[in-house]
């Protein structure tokens, strides 16, 4: 499921952008979306559903789309940001918020298409390099990127992730041999995601980091893959 929000205080055009996204994602028979759409910054910001993409318009009552944007940074959002606007002049501006693209009323069929393409592309790579945890009867999702350091405590395992508290989960695995396997699988795959990520730590040892002595399994969030919540 792909979660969509289109931020516009001119109905007709978040009604536009809409259209245009229910006939894009239509083609993609395979993929389910959901679209919310919001008059103002205020509401968007308001919503508690995590959105993949936000189609912004940057002329809106206050708090105004570039104010938004940078709330929504501050709060740690990692979706995607598309402005729609008619002001040329504020796609400098926008470059401190990381806008996915800059889009201009009216808008255009083709480059709303192939902003449409990279942004699944960026989505489904995004997709890659999550995982998500069961916890009852609902999930949290937790990106790679984000995760500091993962502590071992009994049976307890807690993925620290940056500016959140940490999550607990119960461990099925069984036996130290098995920590010790997920763990060499755990940092291979998180090496080759680090090393091409202007987000990797700086210190590639989160547990020496932390001060402590490394445990089999810690220092990485993928082994999680083996573990849900009692």
């Not at 889009?103 to 989505?123: C, I, N, Q, V, Y």
């Not at 984000?146 to 502590?151: A, G, T």
């Not at 508290?165 to 090496?191: G, H, N, Q, Y």
């Not at 091409?196 to 089999?216: E, I, L």
């Amino acid at each position: 499921m792909i979660n969509f929000a289109i931020c516009d205080g001119e109905p007709h055009m978040a009604e536009e952008i809409a259209e245009k996204l229910c006939l894009y994602m239509k083609e993609k028979q395979s993929v389910s979306f959901h679209i919310d759409t919001f008059p103002d910054g205020s509401s968007l910001l308001n919503s508690s559903r995590d959105f993949d993409l936000i189609f912004l318009d940057i002329q809106m009552n206050e708090p105004d789309g570039m104010e938004t944007a940078r709330i929504l940074r501050e709060r740690n959002y990692r979706g995607l940001v598309v402005f729609v606007t008619v002001l040329k002049e504020c796609v400098f501006d926008a470059f401190e918020v990381q806008p996915f693209d800059y889009l201009l009323k009216p808008l255009d069929d083709g480059h709303f298409r192939r902003t449409m393409d990279r942004a699944m592309e960026s989505l489904k790579q995004q997709e890659n390099n999550r995982i998500v945890i069961k916890k009852g009867c609902s999930c949290e999702v937790i990106r790679l990127s984000d995760i500091e350091y993962c502590e071992v405590q009994g049976r307890k395992i807690y993925i620290h992730q940056r500016g959140g508290r940490p999550t607990a989960m119960k461990s099925l695995i069984p036996s130290p041999a098995v920590w010790t396997a997920a763990f060499s699988d755990a940092i291979e795959v998180l090496s080759s995601i680090w090393g091409s990520s202007a987000d990797a730590p700086t210190d590639r040892s989160p547990c020496h980091q932390a001060g402590r002595s490394p445990s089999p399994g810690c220092g990485s969030g993928i082994c999680a893959r083996h573990f849900c919540n009692s």
